[in-house]
């Protein structure tokens, strides 16, 4: 069981993951010129927090988590909320092609800072988006490891410069960012620390 699995359960319980959500949601519907007939992916959706606060503004949204745990809290919530353009999926694209339709925006947070390998997620984004789709990319700043603490193997955050430029080796053009959150957590110290995040996109 992963830290995700064990994490699903009280996920939802933090007003931190609603704000972050709530932030990168308005930043999508304000600068991407977002459709009700566009079929969107969310990579890493964890519980589906971003896709529920999306899911009236377009037509569908594929769920993916790499988390069994995660995605059993998405399917309940979609059968209780009767969501039926929501569409819970466990699929790791580390690891696998995925086989879906083509979709018009592809939306993670929080997210690359716990993928190895990037650039050929990237180029997997690329081919899963319809011409002139978008990607949408909210993660960490570049910080000191204390976000995540001792042990952590992933990513201490990000350049977004650095990331667009990413994107651009992919094959997207006009990477912009933003800052569209900043969390306050305590870290091993003791002290409570800022961490931004930043809100990346850029077009196919």
């Given at each position: 069981?992963?830290?995700?699995?064990?994490?699903?359960?009280g996920?939802d319980?933090?007003?931190?993951?609603?704000?972050?959500?709530?932030?990168?949601?308005?930043?999508?519907?304000?600068i991407?010129p977002?459709?009700?007939?566009?079929?969107?992916l969310?990579?890493?959706?964890?519980?589906?927090?971003?896709?529920?606060?999306?899911?009236?503004?377009?037509?569908e949204?594929?769920?993916?988590?790499?988390?069994?745990?995660?995605?059993?809290?998405?399917?309940?919530?979609?059968?209780?909320?009767?969501?039926?353009?929501?569409?819970?999926?466990?699929?790791?694209?580390?690891?696998?092609?995925f086989?879906?339709?083509?979709?018009?925006?592809?939306?993670?947070?929080?997210?690359?800072?716990?993928?190895?390998?990037?650039?050929?997620?990237?180029?997997?984004?690329?081919?899963?988006?319809?011409?002139?789709g978008?990607?949408?990319?909210?993660?960490?700043?570049?910080e000191?490891?204390?976000?995540?603490?001792?042990?952590?193997?992933?990513?201490?955050?990000?350049?977004?410069k650095?990331?667009?430029?990413?994107?651009?080796?992919?094959?997207?053009?006009?990477?912009?960012?933003?800052?569209?959150?900043?969390?306050?957590?305590?870290?091993?110290?003791?002290?409570?620390?800022?961490?931004?995040?930043?809100?990346?996109?850029?077009?196919?």
């Open positions: 069981m992963t830290n995700f699995d064990l994490a699903a359960a996920w319980g933090n007003s931190i993951h609603w704000e972050r959500s709530q932030a990168i949601a308005n930043d999508i519907k304000t991407l977002i459709d009700n007939d566009w079929r969107v969310e990579y890493g959706a964890g519980t589906g927090i971003l896709s529920f606060m999306l899911k009236d503004d377009v037509k949204i594929v769920m993916l988590d790499s988390s069994e745990e995660m995605v059993k809290v998405m399917q309940q919530k979609v059968a209780d909320s009767n969501a039926s353009n929501l569409h819970p999926t466990l699929f790791n694209m580390e690891k696998d092609d086989a879906g339709e083509k979709v018009d925006l592809i939306a993670t947070q929080m997210v690359l800072h716990h993928v190895a390998k990037i650039e050929p997620l990237l180029d997997k984004f690329y081919a899963l988006l319809n011409p002139g978008y990607i949408a990319i909210a993660d960490l700043y570049t000191d490891g204390s976000f995540h603490g001792k042990g952590f193997d992933g990513h201490n955050g990000f350049d977004p650095e990331m667009g430029e990413m994107l651009v080796a992919a094959g997207f053009k006009n990477p912009q960012y933003k800052t569209c959150f900043v969390m306050s957590k305590p870290v091993e110290s003791g002290e409570i620390k800022a961490f931004p995040v930043f809100f990346l996109t850029a077009q196919k």
